[in-house]
């Protein structure tokens, strides 16, 4: 898996916990018989994969602290979750954002998870597959207290009534598990998850912006798709765009972005059979459907999000990318 800033986030916050013990990165790379940052600055290292696993359980047994990975889960705001942060923090209700975590939680973060319907509520497991009994412990503390804090960011008050279903058996210091998880915690269970009750599926979250949403919902789309695989430059130039929704740049800026003239970029972009304008106009059209299906905004507003003075310039641009108008297109998707 690509590294993220999440993962490097939480290896830079790593070592802060490690200085603070007087333990170096090469002390903690020795010890875990790895090859320290595989020649790299450590600052580019991102905890990630088996190794992650390794790194994490060398960690705790070098500073003596098994509470080390809840800890490092409690400074890792959302802000680290990039896009997909973002995403969640512009969704309706906790149902919104557990069916995010659902579709693109695989693009920014492991493990995944899966979903179950359980007595009229939903459980939400997790798929640790690698590592050593030990390790997978610490991976779910780490997880478990991440979630928590980025769910105080999302909601007003403590979801309360969710339930943790751990796998493993209670640890000496399971006290510590009260202060990042306010819910019932059970130990032993055959699967490691959390129960959430259907009452809590609509609990809305603070910073809901149906406007915001779609446009991060599009970012994550774009990741999940592996866009960057195929048609490398168009793929960077329909990023740029769907970021700077609302402000759209030009050519010339997003030339400055990539860090080649505006030259070298039509011409990269004509070599992969598109254009500048065609794929502004795609994510223009990509925007303006998902505006009219998933948010109540008018017609004009729509229009003034997408860069339109005029609504009317907006309305035919519609039609054109369509065969229909606005509002028709929005009758469609209701009916």
Not at 153 to 180: D, F, I, N, Q
Request: hydrophobic letters at 40%; charged letters at 20%; proline letters at 3%.
């Amino acid at each position: 898996m690509k590294q993220n800033r999440l993962q490097r986030d939480l290896f830079k916050q790593l070592l802060v916990e490690l200085d603070s013990a007087r333990i170096t990165p090469e002390q903690l790379f020795s010890h875990a018989r790895l090859q320290s940052a595989h020649g790299s600055s450590v600052n580019q290292v991102a905890l990630e994969g088996e190794e992650a696993f390794l790194l994490l359980e060398t960690a705790v047994k070098l500073t003596g602290d098994p509470t080390l990975a809840i800890r490092l889960g409690q400074q890792i705001g959302i802000v680290s979750y990039g896009a997909f942060g973002f995403a969640l923090m512009s969704c309706a209700s906790l149902r919104e954002a557990v069916a995010l975590l659902l579709r693109y939680g695989q693009v920014f973060f492991q493990p995944s998870w899966s979903s179950y319907e359980h007595e009229g509520g939903l459980l939400l497991r997790a798929n640790i597959a690698w590592g050593n009994a030990t390790q997978r412990q610490l991976v779910t503390e780490l997880i478990f207290s991440q979630f928590a804090t980025v769910g105080s960011t999302l909601y007003r008050s403590s979801v309360e009534g969710a339930e943790a279903r751990l796998s493993y058996s209670r640890p000496p210091h399971s006290a510590s598990y009260k202060t990042v998880f306010p819910g019932p915690v059970t130990f032993d269970c055959e699967h490691t998850e959390v129960f959430l009750p259907a009452r809590l599926l609509d609990t809305p979250v603070k910073t809901a912006n149906r406007s915001e949403h779609v446009v991060f919902h599009q970012q994550c789309e774009v990741m999940l798709r592996g866009l960057n695989s195929v048609e490398k430059t168009t793929a960077a130039v329909r990023q740029l765009l769907i970021q700077s929704a609302g402000d759209f740049l030009d050519i010339a800026q997003v030339a400055q972005s990539l860090h080649v003239s505006e030259r070298t970029l039509r011409r990269r972009m004509e070599a992969e059979s598109t254009s500048f304008r065609s794929t502004f106009e795609e994510i223009r059209d990509l925007l303006a459907r998902e505006y009219l299906a998933a948010t109540e905004l008018t017609v004009a507003e729509v229009a003034h999000l997408l860069g339109y003075a005029e609504t009317v310039n907006f309305r035919r641009a519609f039609v054109r990318w369509n065969g229909v108008t606005p509002s028709q297109y929005r009758q469609q998707q209701a009916a």
